[in-house]
């Protein structure tokens, strides 16, 4: 099975050569290193620009009101903060201009904790990002999500901000790419650039197929009934372990993958929450302001009389940075027995 990293080259590969992608660029993603997760290896439309990100956010935007599509990388999302205004502009030109002007281009970035990258590569953009209208927002917590997910991206009118889970990026999925070999030892073979000298290598692209996820569909990951845990991201995959721990328990919960942020599957929440009266959401973004208090938000305003113990939100602690140390890093952020903890005294809390 494909990793992440693998299935984001193989939706670009694809998008630049049926889905009218033009620009695929930012630090480093060009040849020869194709980024720093490898994640634009060998794509024919991919360039290097200068380490600027707000002209890399310029760029884009201004390729997106010629009538192109770009793809356009910032190598970390804790750089991304300057752009902030840039990110503002290209949120509203649609609604400003009255629809005149579409800015149809993705921003990806890497987000979150799990690689040690300690103050300058650890921290998230989910709660920052869902403050900025006229954007879609994702993260995926799979490889076939992210592959679906950005060829939706690809080809939207609206711009899209694709948060890559730096933490999953490595890891295998359980479902295979349309298109995908089975022999995964075939597929790094054919995209994988070599160590060394990749002068004059070039991937060997298998025919991978159209397979878009509309954007603002969650996934019912595991169907429950005390308790509903909603997630996306590096903390997707801790949240149906601790379903799993909890089913030994005697505890049934409900799992759902948010995929999409903004448009979310609101429709999915509730439906969810008057089912199992209990609700949990997670993810690694510091907790003051978070997405996920949004959701509690909405939760008791539309969902009261449906529940049974009041929301709850686990997410990372509300500190300046992540530090280097496995300990700081692993305090900083929600870990699989936070979540285990949090949802056994859920389950268990009483009306």
Sequence with gaps: MANMAQAIRMALHYAEENLGVTDIFGEDVG????????CTQGLKTAWNSPLDERGIIGAAMGLAMAGHRPVAEIQFCDYIYNTIDLLKLAGNTHWSTNGDWAVPMV??????????????????????????P???????????????????????????????????LRVKGEERIPGEPEDDRALSKMIDA???????????WPLVEAFAI??????????????T????????????????QLAEEGLSVE????????????????ASVQKTGRVLFVNEDTEVTNFGEHLVRRTVEELFYSLLAPPRLVAGKFVPGIGLADALEMASVPQQNDITTALRSLCREQP
């Excluded at 799990?114 to 650890?122: A, M, N, V």
């Excluded at 995926?140 to 997910?149: I, K, N, V």
């Design 31 to 38: 040849a020869p290193l194709g980024g720093v997760f490898t």
């Design 229 to 244: 845990v909603i997630s996306y991201g590096r903390t997707m995959p801790l949240c149906i372990k601790a379903a799993a």
């Design 107 to 132: 921003v990806r970035t890497p987000v979150g904790s799990g690689i040690r990258g300690s103050l300058y590569h650890s921290h998230s953009f989910d709660a920052t990002m869902t403050h900025i």
């Design 134 to 168: 006229g954007w879609k927002v994702v993260m995926p917590s799979t490889p076939l999500d992210a592959y679906g997910l950005l060829i939706s991206a690809c080809q939207d009118p609206n711009p899209v901000m694709f948060l890559e889970p730096k933490a999953l």
């Design 194 to 204: 070599p160590l060394g000298d990749r002068s004059q290598w070039k991937p060997q």
């Design 255 to 270: 799992v759902i993958d948010l995929r999409s942020l903004w448009p979310y599957d609101w429709e999915m929440i509730k």
């Design 214 to 227: 509309p954007i603002g569909k969650g996934k019912l990951v595991r169907e429950g009934t005390q308790a």
